[in-house]
């Protein structure tokens, strides 16, 4: 299976700051990476697939970038519903796989 | 819009199989695969299995092979996933979601069962 890996693992951030998450994979994945956001008892939320294109809904402060094993998930300007665990997931082979989440927390 | 509703909560012992159904909504259900990923408590989500809705097929993870089953009823556009030999380390809140713009990432989920797995 290919291997994500995220950091930072926590992130202790402000409103209004500027957040990247890096994500990187075990081996080439092309871009086919998507990015979650997840609140306690809460399904994930789908934000940014195919490593750069934003979901239909999803707030213009997300973006995301990258290509083959490394890729960045960027949120501009911090808004206080943005607190929560993040994670990246590959779907280039039939094994998909997600990153171990980065909680972004308040500062 | 698009809903994907599950089954309530389980509570299974160690050894008992489990049954789960992903009920779909506002869309053509055979038009888009559906994946199960379960997340045990602090832990990442773990990607389980897909079935493609048209068709009928199926991929399953290597390490859940052999244990786990996805099956869907067009009519009822519904999904199920039969897990067996249930184990403590299966405790965990299982989710369906709709494979989306490459079938890969996940757009549309339901809101999970909780299934816990104790003597």
């Known amino acids: 299976d290919i291997q994500m890996t995220q950091s930072p693992s926590t992130l202790s951030a402000s409103v209004g700051d500027r957040v990247t998450i890096t994500c990187r994979a075990s081996?080439?994945?092309?871009?086919?990476l998507a990015w979650y956001q997840q609140k306690p008892g809460r399904a994930p939320k789908l934000l940014i697939y195919?490593?750069?294109s934003l979901e239909s809904g999803v707030p213009s402060r997300f973006s995301g970038s990258g290509s083959g094993t490394e890729f960045t998930l960027t949120i501009n300007s911090l808004q206080p519903d943005d607190f929560a665990t993040y994670y990246c997931?590959?779907?280039?082979?039939?094994?998909?796989?997600f990153g171990q989440g980065t909680k972004v927390e308040v500062k | 819009q698009v809903q994907l509703v599950q089954s309530g909560a389980e509570v299974k012992k160690p050894g008992a199989s489990l049954k789960l159904s992903c009920k779909t909504f506002?869309?053509?259900?055979?038009?888009?695969?559906i994946h199960w990923v379960r997340q045990a408590p602090g832990q990442r989500p773990e990607w389980m299995g897909w079935?493609?809705?048209?068709?009928?097929?199926?991929k399953y993870s290597q390490k859940l092979q052999g244990r786990v089953t996805i099956t869907r009823d067009t009519s009822a556009s519904t999904v199920y996933m039969d897990l067996s030999s249930l184990r403590s380390e299966d405790t965990a809140v299982y989710y369906c979601?709709?494979?989306?713009?490459?079938?890969?990432?996940?757009?549309?989920w339901g809101q999970g069962t909780l299934v816990t797995v104790s003597s």
């Open positions: 979601a709709r494979g989306g713009h490459d079938y890969g990432d996940y757009d549309n």
């Open positions: 079935i493609q809705a048209g068709n009928g097929n199926t």
């Open positions: 997931q590959q779907y280039n082979s039939y094994s998909w796989t």
């Open positions: 506002g869309y053509t259900f055979t038009g888009f695969p």
């Open positions: 195919d490593a750069s």
């Open positions: 081996q080439s994945i092309g871009n086919w």
